[in-house]
């Protein structure tokens, strides 16, 4: 059974809340900056963070998320858009919609390798401490925590499913159609599967007292809220406080 | 009064037939208790209404009575009265992980934790369940990446912390290798010696020949026979019921069934074990 991989980078190494924090500013921020520059600089930015930061790797899965979304962007506004037209090669491209699928792709690209970046360097422990810290009651602490846990955990299933799937000779890669063909069959295991385990885990954890009632859980080892942490926490609050004013004066 | 009583008990799940039909036994204390059968007989689900998880968490409808310390687990007030007295233990321990821990450490505080045990206290009885199991040298190890009998043994580590009072294992060694196995089967024993009461489902009739003071035979969710493990498991009720027995005693009613009627001497009780078979047919 293959093990998770040890979360790295910045993401996993910071207190909780920040990355968290960072990445709904980038969700605001993606929309808020001035387009297509703003949104095209956010996404770089996040590139040279995920490359300096420790966690290069975050590119990889970003990139096989964000690609289709430029290919069809570009397909959707550039190649199939109307207004003035510029001819670049042998393509003859939409002005207006070259922008415009420049700008979406700035965002989706950046939202993406944000979110890749929190859920690898997602550490749920540390993330749980932080928030009894915080005063978060023990319940929703362990839910968000359990949330933004359960991606890696389905990919981990996903990836054992998919190798049981291939030692029994079903082919799933190759074509299109190949791959279509191999969905069903390893779809339907893995969603039963993960049921079987929602299952399986929720009577292991009623039993180590998730449940228990009239008492407070004790924090294991709460991370330390740096100075750094608090700032780019505030900072990122600022930026997004002022894009909105910026939006409001322009 | 009995650790663990089962009077009258019928159970059903939301979307199947009855499970357990009328099912009576108790568990006294220090003792070891087994439940057996084919599979499907129902041992697990007998395991979870004993937890309280079914139908507590499971759903479907549960007629008669359980206790369990004398309390009834189903209820709210009865779950409180044995908050971390009763320790369950399924044969999948990767699905037992908490997913919360980033060391073996901190997985066994796990519980502790939760019903608000303060940081020293934590400190003081985490070493000391990890080396209870023999696990010790795992402490500072990623819960996930372990080997399946060490996760178990983990697992273990993580209800004995508590220092639970009763103790439901379903299936708790099949995950480990032999000398897993015998760590448990000797913790297992242990505890019951400590005073608790031990409720096991396995269909390995070789660990339950040796770790049982009593069984419970299970057909169908219904309760077929009682009695010490020794007795039962040689007798021909063990292939009527298609739950087998230990692979002497196997290979004991294979020899009777060849023979016939020509050797009195391979007649049922069949002898479980080698000393017995060597014992009997010297």
Redesign the interface.
């Known amino acids: ?1 293959s ?2 991989a ?1 979360p790295e980078g910045l993401a996993a190494r910071a207190h909780p809340f920040t990355p968290l924090v960072v990445s709904l500013a980038v969700v605001a921020l993606a929309f808020l900056l001035p387009a297509p520059a703003g949104p095209l600089l956010l996404a770089a930015l996040l590139i040279i963070i995920a490359i300096l930061g420790g966690d290069p790797r975050a590119l990889i899965p970003a990139a096989w998320l964000a690609v289709p979304f430029w290919v069809l962007l570009f397909i959707l506004h550039a190649l199939l858009g109307d207004g003035p037209m510029r001819t670049l090669g042998p393509l003859t491209l939409s002005v207006h919609g070259s922008a415009l699928a420049l700008t979406q792709s700035g965002r989706f690209t950046a939202i993406i390798v944000a979110s890749v970046l929190v859920i690898r360097g997602f ?4 993330f ?1 401490d932080a928030a009894l810290e915080a005063g978060w009651p ?1 319940t929703s602490a ?1 839910i968000t ?2 949330t933004l ?1 359960a991606i890696p ?1 389905f990919q981990e299933r996903a990836v054992r499913v998919q190798e049981a799937m291939r030692s029994r000779g079903l082919r799933v890669r190759g074509t299109l159609i190949t791959r279509a063909k191999a969905f069903v069959p390893l779809a339907l295991p893995l969603m039963l599967g993960a049921l079987h ?1 929602v ?12 449940r ?10 709460p991370p330390a809220d740096t100075a750094l942490d608090l700032t780019v926490r505030w900072g990122a609050v600022l930026a997004v406080l002022g894009a909105i004013a910026w939006r409001f004066v322009a | 009064m009995s650790a663990i009583e089962f009077s009258r008990v019928s159970f059903r799940y939301p979307t199947s037939g009855p499970v357990l039909r009328d099912v009576t036994f108790e568990a006294p204390a220090g003792r070891v208790t087994w439940i057996f059968g084919p599979a499907g007989a129902g041992a697990s689900t007998l395991l979870l209404a004993a937890a309280g998880l079914a139908p507590g968490l499971t759903g479907g409808s549960l007629e008669g009575s359980v206790r369990i310390l004398g309390q009834d687990p189903g209820s709210r007030s009865g779950r409180g009265a044995v908050q971390g007295k009763v320790a369950y233990v399924t044969a999948t321990p990767y699905l037992q992980l908490s997913g919360m821990a980033e060391s073996v450490f901190d997985e066994v505080a796990f519980a502790p934790a939760n019903i608000g045990w303060d940081r020293a206290r934590i400190e003081a009885a985490v070493p000391e369940a990890l080396a209870r199991l023999g696990i010790g040298h795992l402490a500072d190890r990623i819960p996930e990446e372990l080997s399946g009998g060490e996760q178990q043994r983990v697992v273990l580590a993580a209800m004995f912390v508590l220092r639970p009072d009763v103790w439901l294992l379903d299936e708790p060694t099949s995950a480990l290798d032999g000398t897993g196995r015998e760590l448990v089967r000797a913790f297992v024993r242990a505890e019951a010696e400590r005073g608790c009461v031990v409720l096991f489902a396995t269909e390995d009739a070789e660990l339950g020949l040796a770790l049982a003071d009593e069984m419970v035979l299970l057909d169908e969710g219904s309760t077929v026979a009682r009695g010490i493990p020794a007795d039962l498991l040689g007798t021909e009720l063990m292939w009527a019921m298609r739950a087998g027995s230990t692979g002497v005693g196997e290979l004991a009613r294979a020899a009777n069934r060849l023979a016939g009627e020509r050797a009195a001497h391979l007649a049922p009780p069949y002898p479980l074990t080698v000393e017995a078979a060597v014992e009997r047919w010297r």
């Open positions: 059974m093990a998770p040890a550490r749920p422990g540390r749980v023990w362990y925590a359990a846990n955990r385990e299952d399986e885990r929720t009577f292991a954890l009623a039993t180590r007292q998730v228990a009632e009239g008492v407070s859980r004790t924090p294991l080892r």
